[in-house]
């Protein structure tokens, strides 16, 4: 599909968004890609400097909540597909504060989708050759149970896992009929929007496609998520407040194999279906909090393990889910996607961009970039 095309990404400027956004405009240079995003707490143009002069870039500053906007935005710009990936996405924060994220994740989620629904029927083609992606997560299928605590042999293959690490820790996988049952507020909110995406299909016709991602790390991650987080903590010797026992499994693909598989799926992906996008890598929190620590003080030069005494135990995560792990089969049987990265590869790519970057952190944390934001769209 090489034609000329105008496509909306929403949340460009977060994590997985700018990964997506940067993609796009360096692969595709025959589309326009407009990256519309509020600019939250999590929103960050710096993530985005390679490509912010690119002739295919626009950058909208938006809330996906403004209707009207989104709608004038689509009709001035005869947006033909969107990549929804704006939301708000940290269990935690939804834990306190669970109205923001139903705003944002549900009726942001809404607010596109009636948007591209009425642009799009008013044109004389329809829905014809348009494409609502909406990218959501694994949560929303709830937790699994750890029936192996030990791990077992998983029964897939994937170039992602090396021996070592390849295990699962129970036999039962989210497959995409599995029936969602979320228990965070954040997931909760996922999963109804979920809903609304896949209602816009079944009654307006609504060309739409979901995937479920599993957990993902890389750089450009805001550090309140486990991995930065704990990247920076070891690197400035503050403790690594491990939730619970650490006994809790994610499975963790690397945020460019994510972003590999948006555009796999958003270019050849069956309308009106759903994929599970993961990369069979199964790791129990402390397990990787090790790892961590180790790359950590092998690439600083201190002597291995040192800075195990930063683990520190604290109060578990309320509702906090066992297990999750995806089966993406079906997006590698029917659309050849793989994840490309060996996790040893990956973390160590990451922790390396963590500890290269540390005036991208120290931006994040403390805030200033929002002011300047703030500062530079006054009034706008
Ligand atoms: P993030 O928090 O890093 O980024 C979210 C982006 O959305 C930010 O740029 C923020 O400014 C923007 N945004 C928030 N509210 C907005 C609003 N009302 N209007 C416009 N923009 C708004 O999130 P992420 O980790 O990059 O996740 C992106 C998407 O992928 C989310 O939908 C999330 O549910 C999903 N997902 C994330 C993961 C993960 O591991 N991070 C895994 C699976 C799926
Ligand atoms: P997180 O990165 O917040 O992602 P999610 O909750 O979406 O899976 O957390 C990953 C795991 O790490 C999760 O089991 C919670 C745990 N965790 C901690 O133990 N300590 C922390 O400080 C954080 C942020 C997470």
Redesign the pocket.
């Known amino acids: 599909m090489n034609d000329e095309r105008t496509l909306v990404i929403?949340?460009?400027?977060?994590?997985?968004?700018?990964h997506v956004v940067r993609l796009f405009v360096n692969k595709y240079p025959q589309y326009r890609i407009i990256n519309?995003?509020?600019?939250?707490?999590?929103?960050?143009l710096e993530?985005l400097k390679d490509i912010e002069d690119k002739p295919n870039y626009r950058f909208v500053r938006?809330?996906?909540?403004?209707f009207e906007g989104v709608l004038k935005l689509m009709q001035e710009e005869q947006v033909d597909g969107i990549i929804?990936?704006?939301?708000?996405?940290?269990v935690d924060r939804s834990i306190k504060d669970p109205f923001t994220f139903a705003?944002?994740?549900v009726m942001?989620t809404l607010s596109l989708l009636q948007a591209a629904k009425v642009y799009w029927e008013s044109l004389p083609e329809k829905f014809d050759g348009k494409r609502f992606y909406?990218?959501?997560?694994?949560?929303v299928y709830g937790a699994l149970e750890m029936t192996h605590p030990e791990g077992i042999e998983p029964p897939f293959t994937t170039k992602a896992s090396s021996g070592e690490h390849h295990l699962a820790y129970g036999e039962k996988f989210f497959t995409e009929d599995l029936k969602y049952q979320p228990h965070s507020p954040?997931s909760a909110a996922?999963a109804s929007?979920d809903h609304f995406v896949r209602a816009f299909h079944d009654t307006y016709g609504l060309p739409t496609i979901v995937?479920?991602?599993?957990?993902?790390?890389g750089p450009?991650?805001?550090p309140e998520?486990l991995i930065p987080l704990f990247i920076n903590n070891i690197r400035h010797r503050k403790p690594l407040p491990v939730y619970g026992k650490g006994e809790n499994v994610r499975d963790w693909?690397y945020?460019e194999d994510?972003a590999r598989a948006i555009d796999v799926i958003f270019h050849k992906g069956q309308v009106a279906e759903t994929y599970n996008?993961g990369g069979f890598n199964e790791w129990k929190n402390i397990d990787i909090i090790k790892v961590l620590i180790n790359t950590v003080d092998r690439i600083l030069g201190r002597p291995e393990g040192a800075d195990m005494d930063l683990i520190t135990y604290v109060t578990d995560r309320a509702g906090h889910d066992l297990r999750y792990a995806i089966d993406s089969s079906k997006l590698q049987k029917e659309l050849g996607w793989e994840p490309s990265l060996q996790f040893e590869e990956g973390i160590e790519k990451t922790v390396r961009w963590y500890l290269d970057n540390q005036t991208w952190l120290d931006n994040v944390t403390s805030g200033d970039y929002q002011k300047y934001y703030e500062q530079m769209y006054a009034g706008r």
Request: proline share 0%.
């Open positions: 929403t949340g460009g400027a977060g994590f997985i968004g700018s519309l995003d509020k600019l939250t707490y999590a929103g960050n993530n938006m809330d996906i909540c403004d929804h990936l704006a939301a708000e996405s940290h705003q944002t994740n942001g909406h990218i959501s997560t694994d949560e954040y996922k929007s995937t479920n991602c599993s957990n993902n790390y450009y991650q805001f998520k693909l945020v994510h996008i």
